[in-house]
């Protein structure tokens, strides 16, 4: 396996890995999913407003043992992101949580939602977790396909109406296999 900090396979080499915060990171994948889940979802400023906070609220507990926050730039411009929450509340039932993926649209299509989840999927088993869970939207198929690829299976689905408007929420869970 190659280190996810210092080297991407072709054809993604000319892009530059991060690992943790730095300057606009948060703000980045706040506005980054409030453009997407706007223009796609007709998701507005709680939606928005919900990712910055959680995403600053990992970032003040962020401990690099437990905690991945990975980010991709391509020219010092950041492209795409992905976390892994393993210091959360519900770590010990639940395991690590994976949150925050996202692509700048011209760089989806292109294999890095793959790229992002095959890291945060070898961190997690690297830093130990033999469960993590994420949830994301239904109708977001090609993500959903991605999570099913990586060993995740839908193990919960209900109305969410926290969003600002109703969605269906989905809950994926993946275990180690034994």
């Known amino acids: 396996m190659t280190d996810p900090l210092t080297s991407l396979p072709s054809p993604y080499d000319g892009l530059q890995v991060h690992k943790g915060w730095f300057p606009g990171v948060i703000g980045w994948v706040a506005s980054e ?13 709680v939606f ?3 990712v910055a906070s959680a995403l600053a609220e990992l970032v003040q507990r962020y401990d690099p043992a437990c905690d991945l926050l990975l980010t991709l730039t391509d020219h010092d411009r950041i492209v795409a992101s992905i976390t892994v ?36 999927m070898d961190f997690i088993t690297q830093a ?10 239904k109708g977001l198929d090609p993500a959903r396909r991605l999570y099913e690829q990586a060993g995740f299976s839908l193990t919960e689905q209900c109305e ?19």
């Not at 130990?128 to 939207?137: E, I, K």
């Not at 600002?164 to 809950?171: F, S, V």
């Open 128 to 137: 130990g977790f033999t469960r993590a869970w994420l949830t994301t939207f």
């Open 33 to 45: 999913h409030g453009r997407y889940y706007a223009k796609h979802w007709g998701l507005g400023a």
């Open 85 to 120: 929450d393993g210091g959360h509340a519900t770590v010990a039932q639940d395991g690590a949580r994976i949150r925050f993926v996202i692509a700048a649209e011209q760089m989806q299509g292109q294999g890095i939602g793959r790229l992002l989840v095959g890291q945060a």
């Open 160 to 178: 969410d109406r926290s969003w600002g408007i109703t969605l269906t929420e989905q809950r994926f869970d993946w275990k180690k296999s034994e």
């Open 48 to 50: 928005e407003a919900k």
